[in-house]
C-alpha cells in the first residue's frame, strides 16, 4: 500500500546511501543537464527522494505528484529506460503531458531494480533545454549507477533484518531465561513444599485412608517435578545451547545404574526389573545424566511393556564404548512410527498411557548426543522392543545440528543379539 511513510521510508533509505549526491553530480557533469534525481515510484505517486537541482526546478526531497503525470509512468509501465533529447520536437513525446506541464525538454530515466524484482523507482535528469544524451555511454552511465542504487537498497534491507532477527534473538533469549527460571524456581519451591509436607504427614498419620491419600499426594508431587525437569531439559536443549554435560571419570558405573533400577523397583514394586550391569573399567561421563536415561528409558518400558513381563536391563564395556539397552516385551512400535519416538511431543498410538509430555525419549536423544553417541532402537512383535545406547568410553562432546536424528536399527532379528534371550 503506498502511504506518505512508506515514502518518508524510501527517501531515508536512499538519503543513507553516501554515494547518492556524488552520482547526481556526475550525472548532471556528464550529460550537462541541470537537474538530476532519485524518485520512489509506485501506481499512485512519484517521490523525489533525493535531488540536485541547478534549474531552480523547486524540486526537493519529499515532494509527490501523481505518477501518471509524470514521465516515469511510461518507464514504470515498460521497466526501460527513457531517453529524449528534445521533448517539443520528438514524435512520441511533443504532446506528452509531463514535458509540456514541467517544461521539459532532455530527460534520461533509469528504473531502478532491486535483486529480487522488484521496482524501486528511477534514477533520472532533466533540464528545460535540449541535450545530446542519445550516447551509449551516456545510458550505460545511468544504468550503472541505478544498479549500484539497488544494490545499497538491497543491503539496506539485508541489515534491517539482521537487525530485526538479533531483536528476536534477544527478546527469545530473555524469554527463554524467564520460562526457565519461572520453571526451576517458582514452580519448583511450592512443589517441594507440598511433597515435604506429604512427607511430614505421612510420618504422623496412621489412618489407612489418609495415608493412602498422602502417598497419592507425594506420587502427584513427583511426577510433577518430573515433568518440570522434562520441560527445563526441553527448553535448554531446544531454546539455548544444548543439553550442559559435566564430564567426570566415573570409577564404577555400575553403582550409579543400579541406584536408578532400585528407585523404579521401589516405586513399581509390582513390575520385575532384571538388570545385569557388568561395566569393568572407568568410563568419562556424566553420570547423572546418563541415569536420567537410564530412567527414562526403563519408565518407558515398563509403561509400554506387557505388565507381566518384566523388563531387562544390562550394561556392559566393548573396545569402544559403553553399551547400555533396555528391553521389554509387548505390542511393537509400527515400522511408521521408529523414526519419529525422538520428536519432543511425540507418543506412539500402541502405548496404553498418555502420562507425562512426550518429551522423555527426546530428552534421552539429545544426552546421548551430547556425550558424541548414538541411541538406536529396535521393535518386533517376536524380538520386543530395545534401546540401545552407546557413549564412547573417550567422550568429546560435540555440538550436533539440531535435526540431527537419532538412528532406528532396521536389521532382521536374526542379525542382532537379542537382549531378551
Known amino acids: 500500500m503506498d502511504t506518505s511513510e512508506n515514502s518518508a521510508r ?83 513525446y511533443y504532446d506528452h503531458e509531463a514535458p509540456k506541464r514541467y517544461q521539459i525538454e532532455s530527460y534520461v530515466s533509469v528504473p531502478i531494480i532491486r535483486a529480487n524484482g522488484g521496482y524501486f523507482g528511477n534514477l533520472s535528469a532533466i533540464d528545460p533545454r535540449p541535450a545530446q544524451v542519445a550516447e551509449p555511454r551516456i545510458l550505460s552511465m545511468f544504468t550503472e549507477f541505478a544498479a549500484l542504487i539497488a544494490s545499497q537498497l538491497d543491503h539496506q534491507s539485508l541489515q534491517a533484518q539482521e537487525h530485526r532477527a538479533l531483536l528476536d534473538e534477544r527478546a527469545a533469549g530473555e524469554l527463554r531465561e524467564q520460562f526457565i527460571a519461572i520453571l526451576g524456581h517458582d514452580l519448583r519451591n511450592p512443589l517441594h513444599a507440598v511433597y515435604a509436607s506429604g512427607d511430614m504427614l505421612e510420618r504422623r498419620l496412621i489412618d489407612p485412608q489418609s495415608l493412602a491419600l498422602v ?32 564430564l567426570t571419570e566415573v570409577e564404577n558405573i555400575n553403582t550409579g545404574l543400579t541406584t536408578v533400577v532400585q528407585e523404579l523397583r521401589d516405586a513399581q514394586p509390582e513390575c520385575e526389573i532384571i538388570s545385569h550391569l557388568g561395566v ?44 547400555l ?9 509400527p515400522p511408521e512410527s521408529l523414526g519419529k519416538i525422538f520428536e519432543p511431543f511425540w507418543r506412539h498410538s500402541v502405548s496404553r498411557s498418555r502420562n507425562g509430555l512426550g518429551l522423555g525419549l527426546h530428552i534421552c536423544s539429545q544426552i546421548v548426543r551430547a556425550h558424541a553417541g548414538q541411541i538406536t532402537v529396535f521393535s518386533t512383535k517376536e524380538s520386543g522392543t530395545r534401546f540401545t545406547v552407546r557413549l564412547p568410553l573417550r567422550v568429546q562432546t560435540v555440538q550436533l545440528p539440531r535435526d540431527a536424528a537419532p538412528s532406528v536399527d532396521k536389521r532382521t532379528p536374526a542379525d542382532q543379539s537379542t537382549l531378551a534371550a
Open 10 to 92: 524510501a527517501v531515508a533509505a536512499i538519503a543513507r546511501i553516501d554515494a547518492v549526491p556524488t552520482l547526481l553530480k556526475v550525472l548532471c557533469e556528464i550529460t550537462g543537464m541541470r537537474v538530476a534525481l532519485v524518485a520512489r515510484v509506485t501506481d499512485k505517486t512519484w517521490t523525489a527522494c533525493a535531488v540536485k537541482d541547478e534549474a531552480h526546478f523547486g524540486l526537493r526531497p519529499g515532494m509527490e505528484f501523481q505518477v501518471n503525470t509524470t514521465l516515469c509512468f511510461d518507464s514504470q509501465a515498460s521497466r526501460a529506460p527513457i531517453v529524449i533529447e528534445h521533448a517539443s520536437a520528438n514524435p512520441r
Open 215 to 246: 502417598s497419592r499426594i507425594k506420587t502427584s508431587a513427583r511426577r510433577m517435578s518430573a515433568l518440570i525437569d522434562d520441560v527445563l531439559d526441553f527448553a535448554r536443549g531446544r531454546l539455548g545451547g544444548g543439553i550442559g554435560l559435566e
Open 280 to 323: 569393568n573399567r572407568a568410563v568419562r561421563c556424566d553420570l547423572g545424566r546418563l541415569q536420567q536415561v537410564a530412567s527414562n528409558l526403563l519408565a518407558n518400558a515398563l509403561t509400554h511393556g506387557l505388565p507381566e513381563s518384566p523388563v531387562k536391563i544390562t550394561a556392559k564395556a566393548d573396545e569402544n564404548d559403553l553399551v
Open 325 to 333: 539397552e533396555v528391553w521389554n516385551a509387548g505390542e511393537p512400535i
